[in-house]
């Protein structure tokens, strides 16, 4: 699949914004006044930002509204109606524990519960599909959850639940490249069974269905090659886990390792999301011999 920025900047810092939003409501750490007012400043940029981010790779960003009206069929709507209520409620709860000096734990509960449903109809979105096997699988919405609550935690200054969370964030992560790489062999589909045709024999195409690139091919004909990805994924992990736990627990480690924590975390996550989608290979792509094209 294509990595687009867009999605990538959605996925990262939207479940960044969301995570941080969990212990706001929580109520770790315990703030309020101005404080707490750049804590949930933080939260809701980049929330909305991901959000905001996410409308560039929509052909008709003009009807994005529109994706509200499918809650019933639709992970994408859902998402929608979450986020708007997570925000609308930590937005009451931050104004509580800004202009009051009050928190009001109901509400910061009720918060909570939202911003991670909304992180988990993110990740429905893609581990839905059963077009792209890579994704269809219980460890990716898992994958959302932990990297959230990780991204979360070290946004909130919490260490030891923020070591916790990072090192079972990774042992996911690796587990979602394992178990990701099998999967399209294991869901069996071949191009026999994409055109219907059984097997009375070895069936390939006669030429290509186009003679030229097309919407299908930018989006989904996407190709990252394989020792390009192994290398990713080290940076990934290294960047996005173990380099942040190390500086978190690292002997008198303040605001400034924990800053550059943050920042290592970010790196490595926009590296795993950039894998995500550009590892994820769409059956479509049995049509056009794309399947094994991965040097």
Do not use: C
């Amino acid at each position: 699949m294509h990595p687009a920025p867009s999605v990538i900047a959605f996925t990262t810092l939207s479940g960044l914004g969301f995570g941080l939003m969990v212990f706001l409501g929580l109520g770790e750490p315990a703030v309020t006044g101005w404080t707490a007012f750049w804590f949930f400043l933080i939260s809701h940029a980049l929330a909305v930002g991901g959000l905001l981010a996410s409308t560039f790779h929509l052909g008709h960003p003009e009807r994005a509204l529109k994706a509200f009206s499918q809650w019933q069929t639709s992970w994408l709507s859902r998402e929608a109606w979450a986020a708007v209520a997570a925000l609308l409620t930590m937005g009451l709860y931050a104004a509580a524990a800004v202009f009051l000096g009050t928190r009001i734990a109901a509400l910061g509960l009720i918060g909570a519960a939202l911003s991670l449903a909304t992180v988990f109809t993110t990740s429905m979105i893609y581990a839905q599909l059963k077009t792209v096997p890579r994704w269809n699988q219980v460890l990716t919405p898992l994958h959302f959850l932990t990297a959230s609550l990780a991204g979360g935690a070290l946004l909130a200054g919490q260490i030891m639940p923020a070591a916790v969370l990072l090192l079972l964030a990774g042992m996911v992560q690796l587990g979602h490249w394992r178990v990701g790489d099998a999967r399209f062999s294991e869901a069996g589909h071949t191009l026999a069974s994409a055109t219907g045709l059984g097997q009375p024999g070895r069936v390939r195409a006669f030429e290509p269905p186009h003679t030229g690139p097309n919407y299908l091919l930018r989006e989904m004909g996407f190709a990252v090659g394989r020792k390009h990805a192994r290398k990713l994924r080290i940076l990934a992990a290294l960047f996005g886990y173990a380099l942040p736990i190390a500086l978190i627990l690292a002997p008198g480690a303040g605001h400034l390792l924990g800053g550059l924590a943050v920042l290592s975390h970010l790196a490595g996550m926009l590296a795993s999301r950039w894998l995500f989608f550009a590892e994820a290979e769409h059956v479509m792509g049995l049509y056009y011999g794309l399947r094994g094209q991965h040097p």
